[in-house]
């Protein structure tokens, strides 16, 4: 959904950001209805829907579907999920697979979120050891993930273990095993934003010291049920205290049915000010419809975009012109060795692509997160032919749509030092051509990508 703003000079911008959603400030998404003569339209990043991968799960070597079932098991015997003949599963899913998975989505340019469990089930700690594994070979499964994911997926804990909570004096699992001690069904009494952060950073400074960059976390099954508002500040709080990021987001919730996949901006701060801060909740859209989170179902890829891409959930959230975020499980993918979820994925990759590859484009979830707060951040003063943009924020390919005076259109990123570098955009005759640094004529308009590098830019037409 398209997002508009009125001249900032006129103060609409502080009306425009308010309003609350279970007690978290947060911004409304929705367009307002300015006037025409001084519209300004934050659009999609380059027009396109975007795309995105979410994997839970995931980390070096350790099979979390083989590891964590004994132990919910344990918590949850009635369960029958956790009947299952794990001891038939593979305990490891290998770096050759992360390497063809990875080396696959490279050449296809997709994109998204990977989890780091610090703790896997309790096996080993991924800044130490593994025990079943070398020293070596865990070093070389995280440099592959240097290498190989880190260019175009998030990084994120999810939590410690994934199962059992850890006793952060000690470092050592809670004694009781049941409900109230797994990491899925935590915490069952209140907590404070400082206790939750204190847990969130304990994950987040073990992949610290195993040189994997964070932005977000991702909470495991029903972590934070009973603490959602305290949830998005501790999340906020203990990635800015650990990693010095700037914009932090997470993931937790799934989008269903009619309702919106935009990400939701949380914990607003310093409105009309250079030191805008927030979180942003960055949802999936999708269930896990691959090899679940065991890796021993068969996969429905119908359920995301059948062949034709005609129909599917994905197929509907691109339609909708919403973020498009599948959500699947790492096992899943791997399949207990048959690959099966993975091959699934291809297809469906490969079905929106032929289809919607002109109208969509893949996204890390850190991408959306960002332009989504961008979009709520960013103030305009139109005078004449020229747009000033103040946007503390800065964002990759922001796409604006504004009113056309006449000539070229070129802009001036001001920088803090009052340096002024000058760029003269080119202008593209089809959408499919416009990227950063490109405009095009839209009837009465012209709409602009660039890469906001500066918090004050003027763009020029005419």
């Not at 900032?8 to 003569?37: C, K, M, N, W, Y």
């Not at 906020?236 to 987001?249: A, E, F, K, N, T």
């Not at 709520?376 to 004449?384: H, I, T, V």
Request: hydrophobic letters at 35%.
């Amino acid at each position: 959904m398209n997002l508009k703003r009125r001249d900032f000079i006129r103060g609409a911008a502080s009306t425009a950001l308010a309003g609350s959603v279970s007690g978290l400030d947060v911004v409304p998404v929705l367009a307002r209805d300015d006037q025409r003569e001084s519209s300004v339209e934050v659009m999609l990043p380059r027009n396109r829907v975007p795309l995105s991968f979410i994997i839970d799960d995931s980390t070096c070597l350790v099979n979390m579907g083989h590891f964590c079932t004994p132990q919910f098991q344990k918590a949850w015997p009635e369960r029958q999920e956790y009947q299952k003949p794990w001891q038939s599963w593979p305990r490891e899913i290998p770096d050759q697979f992360v390497r063809e998975f990875g080396e696959w989505c490279a050449a296809n340019d997709v994109r998204g979120k990977y989890s780091i469990v610090p703790n896997p089930a309790c096996v080993g700690w991924m800044d130490r050891e593994l025990p079943g594994w070398s020293h070596r070979q865990l070093q070389q499964s995280l440099g592959l993930v240097r290498e190989l994911m880190v260019p175009n997926w998030d990084i994120h804990p999810e939590m410690i273990t994934h199962t059992r909570v850890i006793d952060l004096k000690t470092g050592r699992p809670l004694e009781a095993i049941n409900a109230g001690t797994m990491e899925n069904s935590f915490p069952q009494e209140k907590k404070s934003v400082d206790e939750l952060a204190s847990y969130l950073a304990y994950a987040l400074r073990i992949l610290k010291q195993c040189d994997l960059p964070c932005e977000g976390v991702t909470t495991p099954g029903g972590f934070g049920n009973l603490v959602k508002e305290e949830l998005s500040l501790a999340a906020d709080q203990s990635i800015r205290d650990v990693y010095g990021c700037d914009l932090p987001h997470y993931f937790k919730y799934v989008k269903n049915g009619d309702e919106s996949t935009e990400p939701i901006i949380e914990n607003l701060r310093g409105v009309g000010t250079s030191d805008v801060t927030m979180t942003v909740n960055v949802p999936a859209g999708t269930g896990d419809w691959f090899g679940g989170w065991q890796g021993d179902r068969l996969s429905e890829p119908d359920r995301y975009a059948n062949a034709e891409a005609t129909s599917g959930r994905m197929v509907e959230l691109i339609n909708r012109r919403q973020p498009a975020v599948m959500l699947c499980h790492w096992p899943g993918m791997f399949s207990n060795g048959s690959k099966e979820g993975f091959h699934a994925f291809q297809r469906v990759v490969q079905s929106l692509a032929t289809r919607f590859g002109d109208q969509t484009q893949w996204m890390k979830v850190s991408e959306i997160a960002r332009y989504w707060a961008a979009k709520a951040a960013m103030q305009f003063e139109q005078q004449g032919r020229r747009l000033k943009i103040q946007s503390p924020i800065l964002v990759k390919q922001c796409t604006i749509r504004f009113p056309r005076q006449s000539g070229p259109v070129r802009t001036e990123s001001i920088h803090s030092d009052h340096s002024v570098d000058h760029l003269k955009l080119q202008e593209v005759n089809h959408w499919n051509q416009l990227d950063s640094g490109r405009w095009i004529q839209d009837g009465q308009d012209i709409v602009v990508c660039l890469d906001l590098n500066t918090s004050l830019t003027h763009l020029h037409s005419g």
